[in-house]
């Protein structure tokens, strides 16, 4: 059983911090990518960045300059450091990891954490 637990989210102001993290556990032989996604009230899930397991990243361009993706394979965990967080940043925030098994590649998601961005 593969399970992402998401942490780190909570009620920030603008122009603050917060650190995701997003640790995968299970019997797999690799993670391939390593994703962040938001859900905003009405709006689709939309992709904010995304690591590649040789560290290749990729960002919306709403969070370019302000979020930072990172991964650690050894302890099978992802991160997204976020700055300068804004009102409009405030969502539900997932991660998904595209992970190897004896039978293929299969994508995973985590059960999602809130960022608040408000004064």
């Known amino acids: 059983q593969v399970q992402l637990v998401e942490s780190g989210g909570g009620l920030v102001q603008p122009g603050g911090s917060l650190r995701l993290s997003c640790a995968v556990s299970?019997?797999?032989?690799?993670?391939?990518?390593m994703g962040w996604y938001r859900q905003a009230p009405g709006k689709q899930r939309a992709l904010v960045a995304i690591i590649t397991s040789t560290g290749v990243t990729n960002y919306a361009d709403s969070v370019k300059g302000r979020f930072t993706i990172t991964r650690d394979n050894a302890k099978m965990t992802g991160y997204l450091e976020m700055n300068s967080l804004k009102p409009e940043d405030t969502a539900v925030y997932y991660c998904n990891a595209v992970v190897r098994l004896s039978a293929g590649p299969r994508a995973y998601w985590g059960q999602g954490t809130q960022v608040t961005v408000s004064s």
């Open positions: 299970g019997s797999i032989f690799s993670i391939y990518t």
